[in-house]
């Protein structure tokens, strides 16, 4: 007699079993298939299969991806009651502090740590979509890949980002900054 598996555990700062669940239910809401979605967003299908089946821990790229592709904010995924997700890209490692919404737009607000001696890509959000970064430590390059903004401690950049943008922490120290992105209401 075979033992049986272990269970695949998610990572402990998120719960790929509740994203997985708000992915199909987002998904299946605005009738697009499996293999749509996964086209769309630039993801395997295998992928986004084990995503919403909770097997498979996402990243930020490919969260950014799909949220993109379904018209909402990343933290329509993340969120649960009393959470505080984190979510790691190649470089960048945000927590969700909190989400809200006002009668135009909704709100994301997250802490940022960005590692140096890497550059993180995000895909493109839906139109209107701006980022707001404030940082606290460290010199950040940050934006559309093609015009990026730079900033040191105590620097704001702000950028439209329904274009592909990265975040690249220059130099040796780490980037402590908070994200604030603007979704607004269509």
Do not use: C
């Not at 904010?73 to 927590?95: Q, S």
């Not at 895909?123 to 903004?149: C, I, K, N, S, Y």
């Amino acid at each position: 007699m075979t033992p049986p598996r272990p269970a695949r555990r998610p990572a402990p700062d998120t719960d790929a079993g509740a994203v997985g669940h708000r992915l199909r239910a987002l998904r299946m809401e605005r009738g697009v298939s499996l293999s749509t979605l996964a086209r769309t967003a630039g993801v395997g299908k295998a992928t986004l299969s084990a995503l919403e089946n909770g097997t498979r821990n996402p990243t930020l790229e490919t969260l950014y991806a799909i949220t993109a592709q379904l018209g909402v904010p990343l933290a329509a995924v993340l969120a649960g009651p009393a959470a505080t997700p984190t979510v790691r890209g190649t470089t960048v490692v945000a927590t969700l502090l909190e989400s809200f919404t006002d009668t135009d737009a909704s709100y994301e607000l997250y802490r940022l740590r960005v590692r140096p001696g890497g550059e993180q890509v995000s895909p493109a959000h839906q139109p209107g979509v701006t980022e707001h970064v404030t940082v606290f430590a460290g010199v950040l390059r940050a934006g559309p890949l093609d015009a990026p903004l730079t900033a040191a401690a105590g620097g704001h950049l702000r950028w439209t980002s329904d274009v592909p943008h990265g975040y690249a922490a220059l130099g040796d120290e780490e980037v402590a900054a908070s994200l604030l992105l603007r979704y607004p209401r269509t």
